[in-house]
């Protein structure tokens, strides 16, 4: 699977040889792959106009492009600030609880993401072929999708180093603008442009994939809690910056502490364990219907419902499993 | 029928080729896999609908809806023969008399004694003396002994001790049908109780003065308390119109120390409704988030189940913490009323939220207290507008609250989907007619088997692991938030989708919990008896004894390997794209996967709810096929072992 951001087709058909020689490099002769786009056709032909663009076929013929549009950018913050809102509506009744959800549009957003990396692990998986994901930038939409679906395919992924190990790369190193789209969060007014929340709905999908893999991944709800706290506010600097450059340049990694060297403390890290787990060496399809994937409550209402009744609970499954 | 085809719902790929037939008791769809040979069975009660489509190119298609939510697309070659299995599925889908039914013919080779002795394993006489009755405020009473006042009601219901046998016809000739007010509930705590009618016969302005003699009496059995709460669980509108049909409600004038409340829950058609609409949203094929929440919310259903919780929990609010005793009723009191009233009992008691006391619960404010089964669940053919989803929604009621209290419930899931399941397959006696005093007559205890038995003998499949008497959760009432809590209220994938495997965690945590009990308490048996032998030896000092301590124990090793991940999920269709690429990946990814599911071990114990009860009937001689277990020792559908214990469990 390759990650990259948008040719630079533009207006004119522009062509790279050195691009195309690199994607032909690729594959094998008689081979075919997939190219994943993150947006639609149409977004995708209309960026020709600003000089970006997609790989054209005649050039790159043994690629068979796909288009998934997945939301990013402002609309995706209005629909994370509108799913905040409903949430905390006290005088929201019943009758309008789903339509307010609905109208959110955050759990199509989510079933989106889902979908596409399935759909990238699919081809790999079973069609046995190569993957380039790309968007426009390379730095939002694209991760969402390498990111998770190397949380599907790959079994190393769901170990709590692994995930770590998995953030860093398709994240932080492959240059995820955190300071840029981590600023506020839901209840600021201020719309920043910048602002977006992708990497909360990467941790939105790893939360689904969790629910419906409940003994698959190492870790348990509170890590993902807890990098959705650091990424927009943190005592740590793994997510300040918007690339390694700056990091470089800010030199982040002099002048402050490491948050993986805090979670992987002992005590920290028992916080933080699935007590269910137990290695799944294979590819984990999700169910990506409606039905299957569900508001996360521990994030979305985490201030307001009430959460002794289910913490009780995995106190319960966590002393059944010491217990033997 | 040869060569019928069963489609999938969710993956149009997947389709069976197999042969269909059909029994005086059930439809039966065989595959025709040479080693699978899998089967499905579907019981004629259990069909609530057939529907013939319109003929293609490959067949006449049939789609037979179920009661259990279960929905069956057949694909029959020939137009005639489609035609001929649906006129005999409409006929026996639709029996005319009780004895048609499936429990009088099943046969679970038990003897007399024990058959009797599975009645007996609920015993309302107990429950009332557990409860604490009859003491100073509350006696049985036996005017109904011969069904002569309230023929819905059963011979003995329990009133206050001051209600004497004039109060209580007098006043149960002014409630619809006769329903007077009776306990359903007794807090010995604080001497609250939940009394349950129907509703007065007080039109305009007729008053009755034994009725308002008959609610003093519910509170002089409360001194606790100089008030009552009256519980009309109609909306106010609809209590209205019945005045003018000379019913209606209690008025706050005429009955001293009472106070008035509405809760408005709907009456039976709107239920019904809400449940088609909900349900056509589940049989939409691919839909986005949009139309799966829309369409929820436009049938209501989670409005409706909130306002029923809601009740309830006004309910047990009055009596455990005001220690005020509470009249519930809506129209003939015996829908909202029963739901209102277990919903409280439930939240109240703990002792119903065990699995004995659950089957308790629904004996007394369902079984016994009259709640229409018949009619309500369509045993019999008959008037379609009696049918409504009732007792369905109390059990989502109690679903929703094992949601939120996972620690509270001696029962699991699985147990409140097989007894739904068993209240519309007519399989044991339990749940037929519309009455006591029906049931009687017929003999039911005499002629069926009872459901609560049937369970009870497999209750190991219906625990839930994280269930501990002691638990904090278990002492005294639950109590449900009330605001904001529109998002604790979930869709039920597990009822509403049951038989779509794809769409549920493929991993059961409960199963996998239950077996690490099962585990941790055998290893700790193992830890005894080897800590005795180590005494006994150290005791024996000879040396020379050559121990052969070497033997194992128990083989049965529970070998708890939940990532025995043979069992390979598959993908669903996540792009239409790919489908017309030529598939490079081995081609038998697909069937691989499926032929996993059902490979002979796992067939033991394959998804049960589908091929119900092969063995254990006496009607299917003429049966060419077998179960493929073949045996009496098929778990049946109560056993609720899937596919996926089967290898949790492999040792």
């Known amino acids: ?324 | 029928v040869e060569n019928v085809r069963l489609l999938d719902r969710l993956s149009s790929r997947k389709a069976v080729l197999g042969t269909l037939y059909l029994t005086a008791t059930h439809v039966i769809f065989v595959e025709n896999g040479s080693e699978t040979r899998k089967e499905t069975w579907v019981l004629h009660s259990q069909i609530s609908s057939i529907e013939k489509q319109a003929t293609t190119a490959t067949g006449c298609p049939l789609l037979i809806r179920c009661k259990n939510f279960q929905v069956i697309q057949l694909v029959i070659p020939q137009e005639r023969d489609c035609h001929d299995v649906y006129i005999s599925l409409i006929r026996l889908a639709r029996p005319v008399k009780y004895e048609e039914l499936y429990c009088f013919s099943f046969n679970p080779k038990l003897d007399k004694e024990e058959r009797e002795q599975g009645w007996k394993l609920v015993d309302l006489n107990e429950e009332y003396n557990r409860m604490g009755v009859p003491n100073n405020y509350w006696q049985i009473c036996d005017v109904n002994r011969d069904y002569g006042v309230c023929d819905s009601y059963p011979t003995e219901v329990y009133v206050p001790k001051s209600a004497t046998a004039h109060i209580i016809v007098g006043s149960s000739k002014f409630r619809s049908r006769r329903r007077f007010p009776a306990l359903s509930y007794y807090c010995k705590d604080n001497n609250a109780s939940i009394c349950r009618s129907s509703q007065p016969l007080s039109g305009f302005s007729a008053r009755c003065l034994e009725d308002e003699q008959m609610l003093q009496a519910i509170r002089k059995a409360n001194p606790g308390s100089d008030f009552i709460y009256v519980v009309d669980t109609r909306p106010k509108l609809n209590a209205m119109a019945n005045r003018a049909a000379g019913k209606g409600y209690e008025n706050e004038d005429n009955y001293s120390n009472i106070k008035f409340q509405f809760i408005g829950i709907e009456n039976i058609h709107v239920m019904r409704n809400s449940l088609q609409k909900m349900l056509e949203v589940c049989e939409l094929k691919s839909p986005s988030m949009s139309d799966f929440l829309w369409g929820l919310e436009n049938s209501g259903w989670l409005k409706h189940i909130k306002a029923i919780m809601d009740a309830g929990i006004f309910i047990a609010k009055a009596v455990a913490e005001e220690g005020v005793s509470v009249l519930v009723h809506c129209s003939d009191g015996w829908d909202r009323t029963a739901q209102v009233c277990s919903v409280a009992s439930l939240l109240l008691d703990p002792y119903y939220r065990t699995m004995k006391g659950f089957m308790v619960l629904i004996e007394k404010d369902w079984v016994s207290f009259g709640h229409k089964f018949n009619h309500r669940y369509g045993n019999l053919d008959g008037d379609p507008k009696e049918i409504s989803p009732v007792i369905d929604q109390f059990i989502e009621c109690v679903w929703q609250l094992m949601e939120q209290f996972p620690c509270a419930f001696e029962f699991n899931e699985r147990f409140l989907i097989h007894i739904q399941h068993h209240i519309y397959s007519c399989q044991f006696g339990n749940f037929l007619c519309n009455s006591q005093k029906e049931r009687r007559e017929l003999k039911i205890q005499e002629r069926t088997y009872s459901l609560w038995a049937h369970l009870w003998k497999n209750r190991a499949d219906y625990l839930n692991p994280l269930y501990r008497s002691d638990h904090s959760q278990n002492q005294g009432t639950l109590h449900p938030q009330i605001a904001p809590c529109n998002f604790l209220y979930k869709f039920w994938s597990g009822m509403y989708n049951r038989f779509e495997k794809g769409l549920h965690p493929r991993q059961s945590i409960t199963d996998y919990l239950m077996a690490v009990k099962e585990e941790t308490q055998q290893l700790e048996e193992e830890l005894e008896v080897l800590g005795e032998r180590l005494a006994n030896l150290q005791k024996s000092q000879l040396g020379d004894n050559k121990v052969k301590s070497k033997q194992q124990d128990q083989s049965k090793q529970l070998r708890l390997s939940t990532s025995n991940n043979s069992l390979a999920n598959t993908p669903q269709e996540y792009s239409n794209d790919l489908k017309s690429f030529p598939s490079w990946s081995p081609s038998q990814g697909d069937e691989e996967d499926s032929a996993l599911i059902l490979t002979q071990d796992n067939l033991k114990s394959s998804d049960p709810d589908l091929s119900a009860n092969s063995d254990q009937e006496s009607g299917v001689e003429d049966l060419s096929c077998r179960s493929p277990s073949g045996g009496g020792c098929l778990p049946s559908e109560d056993s609720g072992k899937d596919s996926d214990e089967a290898i949790f469990l492999a040792g």
Not at chain 1, 10 to 19: A, I, S, V
């Open chain 1, 1 to 324: 699977m390759l990650r990259s951001s948008q040719p630079l087709t533009g207006p004119n058909r522009k062509r790279c040889r050195e691009d195309e020689t690199l994607l032909g490099t690729i594959l094998d002769e008689g081979e075919r792959g997939f190219i994943i786009d993150t947006r639609s056709a149409q977004a995708a032909k209309q960026a020709r106009m600003t000089g970006g663009g997609t790989e054209p076929k005649s050039s790159y013929p043994q690629w068979r492009r796909l288009h998934r549009p997945l939301e990013r950018g402002r609309p995706l913050q209005e629909s994370f600030a509108k799913l905040v809102e409903a949430c905390s509506d006290p005088s929201l009744s019943m009758d309008r609880w789903l339509g307010r959800l609905e109208s959110s549009r955050w759990l199509s957003h989510v079933k989106a993401a889902l979908s596409t990396a399935c759909l990238a692990a699919q081809c790999m998986d079973r069609e046995e072929a190569k993957v380039l994901v790309h968007g426009a930038e390379g730095t939002d939409t694209t991760l969402l999708v390498t990111a998770l679906a190397q949380v599907i395919l790959d079994p190393s992924c769901r170990t709590l180093a692994g995930f770590q190990g998995l953030l860093e790369r398709e994240w932080i190193q492959a240059g995820h603008p955190f300071h840029l789209r981590c600023a506020h969060s839901a209840y600021s007014h201020a719309r920043l442009k910048q602002e977006a929340p992708l990497f909360l709905l990467f941790l939105d999908c790893v939360w689904q994939l969790s629910r419906q893999f409940p003994f698959s991944l190492e870790f348990g709800e509170q890590l993902l809690l807890s990098l959705f706290d650091n990424a927009y506010a943190s005592a740590y600097g793994t997510f300040l910056c918007n690339n390694e450059k700056e990091r470089s340049l800010c030199k982040v990694k002099e002048s402050t502490h490491s948050l993986w060297a805090w979670l992987n403390r002992p005590e920290e890290q028992q916080k933080l364990l699935n007590p269910l787990y137990s290695h799944n060496a294979l590819v984990i399809w999700p169910s990506v219907e409606p039905q299957s994937i569900q508001l996360w409550q521990g994030l979305f209402l985490r201030w307001i419902r009430p959460s002794q009744h289910l913490d009780e609970a995995w106190a319960e499954i966590q002393r059944l499993v010491e217990e033997n």
